[in-house]
């Protein structure tokens, strides 16, 4: 798990995001603040997928707001107690390069002017992402042409 800067209407806003250990994106989520609740909100969120099972452990950078936030999450059980959090810097080297294609999307845009826009922006930016790094079923991450028919049915374009 990691977090990111994207700056709206001339304001930081951060964006949580997670991956697994083969780099295929788990979930994110815009938030407003980085605080434990932001953190412990994504951690929710996260594990209220279907195609999430629950970790054995958590790789996070040094934010201060995952301890205590990972914590809460196992009172609350939202975590199991066997799950085991390792904080260190630079260790999730595919959670800190992840990101780099939306962030690119998102500087060459005009910017964002509020931030539901920006949330389903980034929504249109992952989503695609998800799909060329190959996580459609039955779609395999080097099938472009695959890829341009997925969307098209998706979408009802002709092709």
Avoid at 33 to 52: D, I, P, V, Y
Avoid at 131 to 154: E, M, P, S
């Amino acid at each position: 798990m990691d977090e990111t800067y994207i700056k709206i209407k001339g304001e930081w806003k951060y964006l949580y995001r997670a991956v697994d250990s083969k780099g295929d994106t788990l979930d994110w989520m815009l938030s407003a603040t980085r605080s434990k609740e932001a953190a412990q909100r994504f951690f929710k969120k996260m594990l209220g997928n279907k195609h999430c099972r629950s970790p054995r452990v958590l790789n996070v950078d040094k934010a201060k707001a995952f301890p205590p936030a990972f914590e809460e999450s196992q009172r609350e059980k939202v975590l199991p107690t066997t799950t085991t959090l390792r904080q260190q810097k630079y260790l999730n080297n595919i959670q800190e390069q992840d990101p780099r294609f939306t962030k690119r999307r998102v500087r060459h845009s005009q910017g964002f002017q509020s931030f539901h826009t920006a949330k389903w922006t980034i929504a249109g930016y992952e989503t695609l992402h998800m799909i060329r790094k190959g996580q459609v079923k039955n779609l395999a991450a080097k099938d472009v042409l695959g890829q341009i028919k997925f969307i098209n049915k998706l979408f009802g374009i002709a092709a």
